[in-house]
T-cell receptor, first 112, second 113 residues
Framework: RKEVEQDPGPFNVPEGATVAFNCTYS??????FFWYRQDCRKEPKLLMS???SGNEDGRFTAQLNRASQYISLLIRDSKLSDSATYLC?????????????FGDGTTLTVKP | SQTIHQWPATLVQPVGSPLSLECTVE??????LYWYRQAAGRGLQLLFY??????ISSEVPQNLSASRPQDRQFILSSKKLLLSDSGFYLC????????????FGSGTRLTVV
């Protein structure tokens, strides 16, 4: 079983749709969680951190469920520019040199 | 502000040739540094990380090596490239002591032919 698992998709949605991605992690000692966005043939870029209380940044909402060991990303009112691969990232914390484990990514295509 | 530079952007090398990829970080001190590789259509695989000068930890046994000769310089090397070394190589940094996200360099796309 992979340490971090994501539904690879692809998710094909029309503009304006709401779409949600889930990500599960296997290590209950994981300390911090992130969503990254990666455009085709580009480096990943940090989209948002995921906090225990849940957090929102504009159209994006991230949630963490430690009991069930999953995180989620909700995108409302999808834009064409949201088309990308979304990577779930789990960090084991400073005691592990801050190493992170990446999911393989979920591909989103937003269509006109 | 902090910036990370990685070069070259693209590289085509024959099998058996050496490799040297360089990464430098500006605007911070004593960062944690990382080398990742991403195969086509796949996720990121951690290759090496470093918490200080001369301190290198290897995550995956292979014919690659890494060095950190200066605080903000991280180098990925190989003496003899294999076809399987082709991929997208990404350098990243993060602050020490805390649960922070990475900042990645723009990557090197390596094709071994």
């Amino acid at each position: 079983r992979k340490e971090v698992e994501q539904d690879p998709g692809p998710f094909n949605v029309p503009e304006g749709a709401t779409v949600a991605f889930n990500c599960t992690y296997s290590n209950s000692a994981s300390q911090s969680f992130f969503w990254y966005r990666q455009d085709c043939r580009k480096e990943p870029k940090l989209l948002m951190s995921v906090y225990s209380s849940g957090n929102e940044d504009g159209r994006f909402t991230a949630q963490l469920n430690r009991a069930s060991q999953y995180i989620s990303l909700l995108i409302r009112d999808s834009k064409l520019s949201d088309s990308a691969t979304y990577l779930c990232v789990v960090n084991m914390g400073w005691t592990n040199a801050g190493k992170s484990t990446f999911g393989d990514g979920t591909t989103l295509t937003v269509k006109p | 502000s902090q910036t990370i530079h990685q070069w070259p952007a693209t590289l085509v090398q024959p099998v058996g040739s050496p490799l040297s990829l360089e990464c430098t970080v500006e605007g911070t001190s004593n960062p944690n540094l990382y080398w990742y590789r991403q195969a086509a259509g796949r996720g990121l695989q951690l290759l090496f990380y470093s918490v200080g000068i001369g301190q290198i930890s290897s995550e995956v046994p292979q014919n690659l090596s890494a060095s950190r000769p200066q605080d903000r310089q991280f180098i990925l090397s190989s003496k003899k490239l294999l076809l399987s070394d082709s991929g997208f190589y990404l350098c990243a940094w993060k602050e020490t002591g805390g649960n922070y996200g990475y900042t990645f360099g723009s990557g090197t796309r390596l094709t071994v032919v």
